[in-house]
Every structure is written in structure tokens, then in C-alpha cells.
């Protein structure tokens, strides 16, 4: 390996620092006394200074003739018995002036006898702050001078105009060196510096703000503290929650009326039971209410509650009490009962003594939500994934009677929460191309790509791009051309029969591809408005056969129908169970409640004869549709066919086609 020879051009700091100590010491004159504090600039390195100052000093000296003085100079570190002793033991110098570095105690640590010491310092305020300062002779506080800086770059060989020099003084001694080595313009490593400057003041905030975070965890809490969540983001700053946020804004209003008097807590409305699927931010959405209302957060759950002991009733009973009394405690405040679907319908178990488990646990959460124990300025939050299981009381009025679906977010809120969770870094990025690939997607899946990018770019030590967003994206697979033509068919089904009957249709649309293993998988849709009018029979069973149209659809091309049509059998069996148990259009005048107010989806459990009603309307409407489709099949095949090619249709263009006049077949006589 060659050996590069050395050069004698000194770099382009060593330069800039002689200059400056140069002048530094033609200030002081030929014979300085005293103590000087020299303060170097912010980004300077002190040991370069100090070198530059003992090289000044040597300089000096050999010019005073005192060669084998210069030889010899050095700085021990001499303790001596007082400072008479040190003086008679040296040889004093004709240029008697030394060079330290200031340490923390300030002078206290000065044992030095010349007759002029220059103190070398940076920019701490924990050294520079020291009492014992006050004593210095003078205080030379060092900023770059843009015309030495360019005498400087001159020497090593570097043409640069002022203001060239002024940004190279403004960077740190390790960027101004790579800076001034670099075949780019000044103004471009400039740029460059700052950008990187940005970048790390940002992750070293992030740093100090995740080792607050934990600090914060292993802090313990006092009992009284009251807690507002301080890690997460406004209501009004969060995205894709729809009529919750709607209701939170609401709220925030209401508390604060209620806060000035203005209103009685009866005047609040302070419950609400949230639904969703996994993943939708119910969780988040509590932490959130809380911050805007600047209120404290509890949040238990059947689970956790039962946790807190042996697993006994009691336990169980007195962990719940003892969340709603820390809300009464600090209120306002927002509670949130995650899972609160654990909380089933009493006597539903099928087991007496679970049954008689339940029961009691139940009425105890109905004791703290009203009765006796008074619950004024606490805001209850239950949040489930499945609310059709809740026991019925904990839904009637002044308890949870609000229930608010939290929906997958749509295209405009999935591009805002990803942003938001992307951060700053992706205020320039442009995310509208990921809608498509987003589709499906919750909240929690948003926050986790948006994770995995922003790791992505710090491992490859760059600024966040749009491309590791992409890969960050969770695989899709492509349907074969068998299974959209199947979805296809299911779709213009509901569109065909919603139509034909009288119903208004806004689009139809099909996936091509999907999410592996994504529970929240929709392979197409039909969006159908219902015509407004008095909802009688007639309108429940328009309802459920066009509901039932997919069905029917499946079953006319293929024979029989496939396990997709799962949700459209809940939302049918939910609407014949409401016109036939709950407002008595099928028969029988008995109702086994209020839909709304009672929960009707168990009620055909315990009644065989409401059962087999269901079923029957179930079937004549699923028949219906049938019908329908047979009579309407060259306008049902004809959008099968668009629908696969286009994958998505404009309402109008399938009225258009369900509503044109058919052929007519004429006999030739």
C-alpha cells in the first residue's frame, strides 16, 4: 500500500484558527498580563484553539530568539505549597504567557505562575457559569471573521467569495471541513447542513420524547394524580371517525358549559357505546376525548377488572367500583370500558350458575352507570367489537342508549392518517396514489406502515421517500378471473333486484385484488339508497330482497351460493326480525321490544314460532329476487359482463341498462 506523502498546505481550520489567534494576540501586545477567557465559536472545537494558541505562543518565542525555551515548553501541572515558591523555582521568559483549557471548578484549579494564561472555553453554560470567572482580566469572545475565513480558504488553494465564508463559519468544524473539501458549491453543503441539522434535531426530540414516555411508565403514579393524555393527538387533529368525532365535538362543548355553570350534568350527553371492527381506533378515540376535554382517563375492562384479585365476583365488583370512584374523583373525566361486550345478556348463558354470575356483575355496572351512585362529570365510553350480545340494560336511557359505528376509514381519511402518522417527513410526499392500495385498511394497520417505512428510511440513513411507504404496504394478491366474474355476479345481483324494484343505486364496484389475511376484506360492493316513505312491511321486505339479491344471483348462475353471502344474511335476518318481533308486520301483534332500545337479535332464540316466521319471510324474499333476476337476466348478464370489464359502475348506467325496454320475441305466422 503507497504511502501518501504529506503536504504542507495546512487544512483549511488549522488556517482559519491562526488567523484568528494571530489577530487575537496583536489585541493583547507584546507583553499580555493577566487572565484572558477566550470563548471559541459555537461549533468550534476547543482543542484546536488550543493548539493554535500553543503554536502562537512557540511562535512567538522563537522569534524572541528563545529557541531552546520554545523546545521545553510545556504545560505541567505543578501543585505547589503557596505561590511565592512557584515563582522563585521558575525561570521567567522574556514572553511569559501559557495556554489551558478551562476545566469545571473554573480558577479554583490555577496553579500556573505566568504572567498571562489564555483560557480556552466552549459554549457550556455549565463551565462558563462558574463564580470564580468573575476575576478574569477580560473575556474574548470569538465570531468568525468572513474576510479571514476567506484569506484562509485562499491558502489552501479554494477561491470563495464573503458570503461563501460567512455560511462556512456558520457550520461545525467537522461540516465546514467537509464542506470546504467538496467539489459542490458552498450554497449547496449549505443547504445540505441544514437539511441534516433538521433531521437531527428531530430525532434527537423524538429521542428526549420516548425517554420521557418511559420515564414517565416507570414514575410512580400518586394515587390523587389526576392524568390527562399527553401522547396522542387532539379530537379534532385525528382522522376517520366520523359521527364519533361529530359527537366528541358536541361534547367538548357541552363540558365546557357544564364547567361554566351554564348547564346541569343531565344536560351532558356523557355515554356513548362504540363499535367497530379491530383495529378502527375505539382505543384511541377515548385517549383522544380525553385530551380535548382536558379530562382525566380510566380505562378498565371486564378482564382486567376481574384480574385485579383471585378471580372472584367480588373482586371483579370492587375493581369496577373502584375505576368509576377515581372517575368521580378527578372528573371530569372519561372512562373507558374496553370490551364491554363481555357484559352479555343476563340469563343467556344456558348455565344457572353462570347465569347467576353474570347477573350479579352486571347489575353492579348498571349501580355505578345510574341508581344510586351518582356518576356527575364522568363521561362513560364502552367500546366493542360485536355490540349485538350486550345485555339490553346497559343500552336503554341515560346508560349507553348512544351507539355510534366507528367505519374502516375512507379513501380521504386513510391518506390523513398516514400522513400523520409518517410525520413531518411527509408534508412533501404525495400519498394520494396509495388510496387504492390502502383500501380495506384500519387505523392500526395505517399506523403500523407507516412505522415500518420510517424505520425503513433510518436504516438506509436517508429522508423518508415515497417508496418506502410502498414497500411497507402489506402485500396484495390478484383475483383469477373466475373469482371476479363470481364477485361480479354477486354485486349486479343486489344492483339488478335494487333497481328493478324501485330502489335509487349510487355505484356497484369490485376488487381486483386483496389483502392476504385481512379480516376486513370487502371484495364489492353495491351502494343502494332506499326510497324515502313510511316504513311499512312493504318497505322491510323491499329491504331484505335486495339484501337477498346476491344470493339469488349465485344461486340462478352456479346452482348454489357461497359463504359470501354471510353478512348479507345478518343484515336480512336483522330486518325481518325487526318487522316481525319488534313492530308486529308478520302475524302476530306480540313485540319483544323497541328495536333500538332492546336488543331483538337473541329473540328468535326463545321463541321457535318467531324463528320459523323469519325463515319464511326470508325465503319469499330470497324467491322474489329470484324472480327478478330471471325476468331482468339479459340486463343482469350484460352488467356482469361491463362490471368485470370496468370494475366499477356509475349508478345511472345501471338504471340505464336494468330500465331499458327489453326485446320482444315476435312470432312469425
Not at 433 to 451: I, N
Not at 477 to 504: D, T
Not at 534 to 563: C, K, P
Request: proline content about 4%; charged content about 30%.
Amino acid at each position: 500500500m503507497a504511502i501518501k506523502p504529506k503536504t504542507n498546505t495546512p487544512s483549511f481550520e488549522t488556517e482559519l484558527i491562526r488567523l484568528h489567534v494571530e489577530k487575537i494576540f496583536a489585541d493583547l501586545g507584546p507583553k499580555p498580563r493577566g487572565i484572558h477567557l477566550l470563548i471559541v465559536p459555537h461549533g468550534a472545537s476547543t482543542a484546536h484553539w488550543y493548539r493554535a494558541v500553543e503554536n502562537q505562543i512557540r511562535d512567538i518565542k522563537l522569534k524572541l530568539g528563545e529557541e531552546e525555551k520554545a523546545k521545553d515548553f510545556v504545560n505541567e501541572l505543578v501543585i505547589p505549597d503557596d505561590w511565592t515558591s512557584l515563582e522563585a523555582g521558575e525561570v521567567q521568559s522574556d514572553y511569559d504567557v501559557g495556554v489551558d483549557l478551562l476545566g469545571g471548578v473554573g480558577l479554583d484549579d490555577r496553579t500556573h505562575g505566568e504572567a498571562c494564561v489564555i483560557l480556552i472555553a466552549g459554549n457550556s453554560p455549565e463551565t462558563l457559569d462558574h463564580p470564580s470567572l468573575l476575576l478574569v482580566d477580560s473575556t474574548i469572545k470569538v465570531k468568525f471573521d468572513p474576510y479571514l475565513a476567506v484569506e484562509a480558504a485562499a491558502t489552501c488553494g479554494r477561491v470563495i467569495n464573503l458570503k461563501e465564508a460567512f455560511i462556512l463559519t456558520r457550520m461545525a468544524y467537522r461540516r465546514r471541513a467537509i464542506a470546504f473539501r467538496s467539489s459542490r458549491s458552498i450554497r449547496e453543503s449549505w443547504v445540505l447542513h441544514c437539511k441534516a441539522r433538521q433531521i437531527e434535531a428531530r430525532k434527537q426530540k423524538e429521542k428526549e420524547e420516548e425517554e420521557e414516555r418511559e420515564n414517565a411508565k416507570k414514575r410512580p403514579k400518586a394515587k390523587d394524580e389526576r392524568i390527562v393524555p399527553d401522547d396522542t393527538p387532539y379530537l379534532q387533529e385525528m382522522h376517520g371517525f366520523g359521527p364519533a368525532a361529530d359527537w366528541g365535538r358536541e361534547l367538548a362543548q357541552d363540558v365546557e358549559d357544564w364547567r361554566r355553570g351554564h348547564i346541569g350534568w343531565s344536560d351532558v350527553d356523557n355515554a356513548v357505546l362504540l363499535s367497530g371492527s379491530p383495529g378502527c381506533g375505539k382505543t384511541t378515540f377515548a385517549a383522544a376525548l380525553a385530551k380535548t376535554l382536558d379530562a382525566h382517563l380510566v380505562v378498565g375492562s371486564y378482564s382486567a377488572w376481574l384480574g385485579t384479585g383471585d378471580g372472584h365476583q367480588g373482586d371483579l365488583i370492587g375493581a369496577m367500583r373502584r375505576a368509576f370512584d377515581e372517575a368521580r374523583k378527578h372528573a371530569p373525566s372519561v372512562l373507558l370500558i374496553d370490551e364491554i361486550d363481555n357484559f352479555v345478556q343476563r340469563g343467556s348463558l344456558g348455565n344457572k350458575r353462570a347465569d347467576e354470575w353474570m347477573r350479579g356483575v352486571t347489575n353492579s355496572l348498571l349501580e355505578c352507570l345510574d341508581g344510586a351512585v351518582e356518576r356527575e362529570g364522568v363521561i362513560v365510553v364502552g367500546a366493542t367489537n360485536d355490540p349485538s350480545g350486550i345485555d339490553t340494560a346497559l343500552r336503554r336511557a341515560g346508560r349507553l342508549d348512544r351507539h355510534i359505528e366507528i367505519p374502516l376509514p375512507d379513501a380521504k381519511a386513510r391518506v390523513a392518517i398516514l400522513r400523520q402518522h409518517l410525520g413531518i417527513p411527509a408534508l412533501d410526499l404525495d400519498l394520494g396514489g396509495l388510496v387504492r392500495e390502502t383500501e380495506g385498511m384500519s387505523g392500526a394497520d395505517l399506523e403500523r406502515v407507516a412505522r415500518d417505512a420510517r424505520r425503513r428510511a433510518r436504516r438506509e440513513r436517508v429522508d423518508l421517500q415515497l417508496h418506502h411507504v410502498h414497500s411497507s404496504l402489506p402485500a396484495r394478491q390478484s383475483h383469477s378471473l373466475e373469482e371476479l366474474r363470481h364477485i361480479a355476479v354477486h354485486e349486479c345481483g343486489h344492483a339488478v333486484v335494487a333497481v328493478a324494484i324501485g330502489c335509487n343505486i349510487r355505484e356497484i364496484y369490485i376488487e381486483p385484488d386483496f389483502i392476504a389475511g385481512s379480516g376486513a376484506y370487502i371484495g364489492g360492493a353495491a351502494i343502494i339508497e332506499q326510497p324515502p316513505g313510511i316504513h311499512d312491511l312493504g318497505w322491510y321486505m323491499d329491504r331484505v330482497t335486495h339484501t337477498m339479491g346476491g344470493l339469488a344471483a349465485e344461486q340462478m348462475i352456479y346452482g348454489s351460493h357461497s359463504d359470501g353471502v354471510a353478512a348479507d344474511l345478518g343484515v336480512a335476518t336483522d330486518m325481518a326480525v325487526r318487522a316481525a318481533a319488534g313492530f308486529g308486520m308478520s302475524g302476530s301483534l306480540y313485540s319483544h321490544g323497541i328495536p333500538g332500545m332492546a336488543d331483538l337479535s337473541r329473540a328468535p332464540d326463545f321463541d321457535p314460532s318467531l324463528r320459523r316466521c323469519v325463515d319464511e319471510l326470508l325465503q319469499e324474499q330470497a324467491t322474489r329476487a329470484r324472480a327478478v333476476l330471471e325476468e331482468n337476466r339479459e340486463a343482469f348478464m350484460e352488467l356482469v359482463e361491463l362490471l368485470i370489464e370496468r370494475q366499477r359502475l356509475d349508478g345511472a348506467v345501471v338504471q340505464e341498462i336494468v330500465r331499458r325496454p327489453r326485446r320482444q320475441l315476435t312470432l312469425a305466422v
